[in-house]
């Protein structure tokens, strides 16, 4: 048995996962998280059939998942003036083996925290604790975190993951000269609020155009009522002179503060200002990813998640990715032992193919369609064949799918990362 366990930086969806993933592998492993107390914050996230297929072969099935979300049937687009530009059946309806999900995002780091404790893993998973910086050693790596209180304590691993998000100190280390995030002048605002699901019930719709847009799409089953939990996202588009606005995720905001973005988005189908108005909390923040770097490793040092590739929002990809992450670095250790030589290998596999599909959502990713309408008629049209064929648009998505790694035909028939009986 490894001597000294594989240290990961953040218990957030991606480091749950390989923590889950290397306790099945029998890999032993240390989990150090920032807060003090794990709490479903968030709302929703969109999880693609590659991901799923991972977490049913974690363990993590579809009576689990089905009570954090729903499995998605539909993605459309739908133009300001209301009328349809496209959509595609997802998931199972769509020919995928596996579905795709529309979940609560704390609710699912909840439940893969709450899987990685009863399969043995409470004594180690240790809260309050962030991971500041790391020593490289010939046989090993030492980690120091700090508590907010100042209190530094330092951790021998074999393997240093960092998977501690956005603001990546593991990142920030390998990388001292890294520019600020990137940020074009989108800004989100995202808040969930009891109604009627659209559609097919379970269907995601974006709305408007390309730098004014609204997501709505449900997170939970139909109650009695019929009435499910929508996750929404509005999104405008603004200057960017006065540079980048606060990197807070959880900033609340007072609805007042945007809601005239879409005072008069009211269909027949849809009042928006109506829906904005019954939401809870709202928070807002921008639309920011990082400039994609040469290499995720430093040694015995490597990223993963949104420390290696944090993404725009757009291609409903970021945590399946971390997920994906998680797998290949366990299927490394697997065929390469827990060491440089794996790390070394995940990387040169993944790091250049996600770094072109971070640079691909910046532009827009599938909503890219929303754009290329526009450039052909202002996105006014009666008709959209009249705008753009059915053919190319369907080649649009295919190869958005092929670039995030869940082309139908290809992951149908591709091999587990993980075979299921495999262990280290």
């Known amino acids: 048995m490894l001597e000294k366990p594989v240290i990961i930086a953040g218990a957030g969806i991606g480091g749950l996962a390989l923590a889950l993933t290397l306790q099945r592998l029998n890999i032993p492993c240390l989990l150090l998280e920032s807060v003090s107390e794990l ?18 072969e974690m363990g993590i099935g579809e009576e689990l998942l089905d009570q954090v979300g729903v499995k998605t049937r539909e993605w459309a687009l739908v133009g300001r003036n209301g009328r349809e530009i496209y959509s595609e059946t997802r998931g199972v309806l769509a020919g995928y083996n596996w579905p795709q999900y529309s979940v609560h995002r704390g609710e699912l780091q909840m439940l893969l925290h709450d899987a990685f404790v009863s399969r043995g893993g409470a004594d180690d998973l240790i809260l309050g604790y962030k991971v500041v910086r790391y020593i490289n050693h010939e046989m090993g ?58 559609r097919t019930e379970a269907s995601f719709v974006g709305l408007g155009y390309h730098d ?8 939970s089953q139909p109650d009695e009522e019929g009435m499910s939990v929508l996750n929404w996202i509005a999104e405008v588009t603004v200057d960017t002179k006065e540079g ?3 990197g807070d995720w959880n900033r609340k905001v007072e609805l007042a503060d945007f809601a005239h973005h879409f005072s008069d988005w009211n269909f027949d189908w849809l009042d928006v200002p109506a829906m904005l108005e ?77 770094s072109a599909l971070v640079l691909r959502n910046r532009g827009s990713g599938p909503f890219g369609l929303l754009r290329e309408v526009e450039d052909r008629c202002g996105g006014e049209f009666t008709d959209i064949s009249e705008v753009m064929s059915q053919q190319e648009m369907d080649d649009f998505m295919h190869n958005y799918k092929a670039a995030a790694g869940f082309a139908m035909e290809a992951l149908n028939n591709a091999p587990s990362i993980i075979p299921q009986e495999a262990s280290v």
């Open 39 to 56: 709490k479903p914050l968030g709302v929703g996230i969109n999880l693609q059939p590659n991901a799923v297929r991972e977490l049913y």
């Open 141 to 198: 790596v030492t980690v120091v975190a700090q508590s907010k209180s100042g209190e530094v304590r330092e951790f021998e691993g074999s393997l240093l993951v960092g998977a501690d998000g956005l603001h990546s100190n593991v990142r920030a280390q390998m990388y001292p000269e890294q520019p600020e995030p990137h940020w074009s002048g989108a800004i989100m605002w995202r808040g969930v609020t009891r109604g009627k699901a659209l």
């Open 212 to 219: 004014h847009r609204l997501v709505v799409y449900p997170i």
């Open 244 to 246: 980048l606005p606060s």
């Open 278 to 354: 019954g939401a809870g909390d709202i928070y807002e923040y921008p639309m920011i990813d990082r400039d994609p770097i040469p290499s995720w490793v430093d040694g015995r040092v490597v990223l993963m998640g949104d420390a290696a590739h944090v993404m725009y929002p757009v291609g409903s990809n970021g945590a399946s990715q971390a997920i994906v992450d998680a797998r290949e670095l366990g299927a490394a250790f697997i065929e390469l032992g827990v060491g440089v030589e794996a790390i070394n290998a995940y990387d040169k596999k993944l790091c250049e193919p996600v």
